[in-house]
């Protein structure tokens, strides 16, 4: 078994053993990396399943638990993101890990950037075959803006890959990141044999035969350590150890500072489908952390560590459960320990909330959360109070910064097929708009609304659930308008602008004007023409 750490490492060391025991992170990949493949594997070591196919079996039975939606079935994605929790022991300690599910698929990247404003820490699924594909890229240029921590997992290592020194290479070019490995294949393809241990020297062995083993492993003393020979073949070892001491001298050594802000990532190399790798990618974030980190607020930081509780709601989600029309709001926690039944301050409507049945994403069922800490994402249902970007507080009045809003970047109009459900039809779009699922604009001149999405796909995917969620079939079509930009700037300058321009503004579902157009060039003449007047492609949700 491998050493363990003598006491719960965490680069706060003054933080309380439960805030400091908790890893609250995400994954990031390109869609087949092999996202769910591990987090699959993930729950199977946090005791959070028993057997591996529970979360999605394979063919007809392909789910995971966050796809609720036929389509979703249909179509293999997972459209909505929630979070799952579980325990990971190593020796003495057992860590909470918070796992917060981001949608792989391109046409949800909007949800996707907010969910990474409730972690702390995101792990890079990457194939080993594929190395960083489109996605992977510009995810992994959001952790950038937030400067997280990234853990890299290089998959598939099974099958035919590339080089190593190829793949390190290649995201330390196309990401501008430094990389260190932490482990080391041995072996490529029908030949792989399992990972060198850079991190703790030993020997990490696959166990091809059974896939839900944990994979063998094997102290030694250094690369000179004769028992290398026992489980590595000679034509494998040679190599091994060339590569080995190739990538000390040319790759940076693990250095826990860099990591943590952002600079350096460790990789692992592994097989998610064999099991391979997983625990050491595991014991990784437990070991290197990093725990519940401050959180950006107005007018002040807020640290894990204060009493009292507050939290940001960064994802609501309808109708997570058909049988019951409830919405969730998924809430990070910032600071304090919540207790069930707590009274929360509302910020926005300065209003109290009785939390009294706060549900814990637990990987098997939704559970009752009776308390949690910084760090924790609890799921509060509600009937449409809470959205995204609003603060629950013991009072304060604190406003957390930094979930952005995207410009959508296709726009239709949409229309009842039954004009006599127009009605049904705003309510609809109503919480969709709330949902953050995507943007709804109401035209200052005309009747009908224009709904703005980030990908293609989304159009459908609301079609289906304004048919499956409320019974109503929609036809969404092209709209005069192909680009929105929230109008910002002094009221007097805004109403001026508002006042000559009405045939282009429309409100969103807060009130707040947008500008439409379908040329750069009217953008250009608004900037040129109202010089107080600003045009922004994103809005702060918080
Ligand atoms: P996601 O789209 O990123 O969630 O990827 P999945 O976990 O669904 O995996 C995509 C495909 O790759 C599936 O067919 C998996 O069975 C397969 N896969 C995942 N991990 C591995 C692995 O370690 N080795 C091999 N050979 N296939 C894998």
């Known amino acids: 078994m491998p050493p363990m750490p003598d006491t719960l490492q965490t680069n706060r060391p003054d933080l309380p053993p439960e805030i400091g025991r908790r890893r609250t992170f995400a994954i990031i990949s390109h869609p087949d990396a092999g996202k769910t493949t591990l987090t699959e594997k993930f729950l199977l070591y946090g005791g959070a399943i028993q057997m ?31 979070a799952m929790s579980f325990d990971f022991t190593r020796g003495d300690d057992a860590y909470r890990f918070n796992l917060v599910d981001t949608p792989g698929h391109s046409d949800f990247s909007e949800d996707t950037y907010r969910t990474l404003t409730a972690v702390d820490a995101a792990i890079m699924v990457i194939d080993g075959a594929k190395g960083v594909e489109s996605q992977t890229q510009k995810l992994f240029e959001v952790c950038r803006l937030r400067d997280l921590p990234i853990l890299t997992f290089c998959n598939k290592m099974d099958r035919e890959s590339r080089d190593t020194f190829e793949i390190i290479d290649e995201i330390q070019e196309n990401l501008a990141i430094d990389v260190t490995p932490a482990s080391w294949p041995i072996g490529r393809g029908r030949d792989f044999v399992g990972c060198y241990d850079l991190l703790h020297d030993r020997l990490e062995l696959m166990d091809r035969a059974d896939r839900n083993k944990v994979a063998e492993t094997v102290a030694i003393a250094g690369l000179d350590d004769p028992r290398l020979a026992e489980h590595v073949p000679a034509e494998l070892l040679d190599t091994l150890r060339e590569e080995l001491e190739m990538a000390r001298e040319l790759l940076p050594a693990f250095d826990r500072d860099a990591f943590l802000e952002g600079s350096l990532t460790p990789i692992w190399f592994g097989s998610a489908i064999n099991s391979f790798g997983v625990q050491e990618l595991m014991a990784g974030i437990a070991e290197y952390g990093p725990p519940p980190q401050p959180q950006r607020a107005e007018p002040r930081q807020v640290a894990p560590e204060e009493g009292k509780v507050a939290g940001f709601v960064f994802k609501v989600q309808a109708n997570m459960d058909p049988k019951h029309r409830d919405r969730v709001a998924f809430v990070r926690l910032a600071s304090g320990h919540f207790e069930r039944g707590m009274k929360l301050t509302h910020v926005r409507s300065k209003k109290q909330m009785a939390i009294s049945n706060p549900v814990l994403f637990l990987a098997a069922d939704r559970e009752l959360a009776e308390e949690g800490w910084a760090g924790d994402i609890i799921g509060i249902p509600n009937h449409g109070q809470l959205r995204i970007g609003d603060a629950l507080t013991e009072g304060e009045a604190l406003k957390f910064t930094g979930i952005p809003s995207f410009a959508p970047e296709l726009l239709q109009s949409v229309r009842a097929g039954d004009p006599m459900k127009a009605k049904h039809l705003d309510k609809a779009l109503d919480q969709f708009a709330e949902e953050g699922a995507a943007k709804v604009f109401k035209p200052a001149i005309g009747s009908g609304h224009i709904v703005g999405v980030v990908g293609a796909l989304q159009f459908e995917v609301l079609a289906s659930r304004i048919e499956l969620e409320y019974g109503l079939p929609v036809r969404f079509e092209p709209s005069q308008f192909t680009s929105a930009r929230w109008v910002h700037g002094p009221d007097a300058a805004v109403d001026k602008m508002i006042e000559k321009n009405k045939q282009h503004i429309a409100h969103d579902n807060d009130g707040d004007p947008v500008f439409l157009t379908r040329l750069q060039w009217d953008i250009d003449r608004i900037e040129r023409d109202y010089p107080d007047v600003r045009l922004s492609a994103t809005k702060e949700m918080m």
């Open 52 to 82: 591996a196919g529970q979360v999605r079996a394979k063919g007809e039975a392909r789910r995971t638990r966050s796809d609720f939606m036929a389509m979703e079935k249909d179509r293999g994605i997972s459209v909505s993101a929630s």
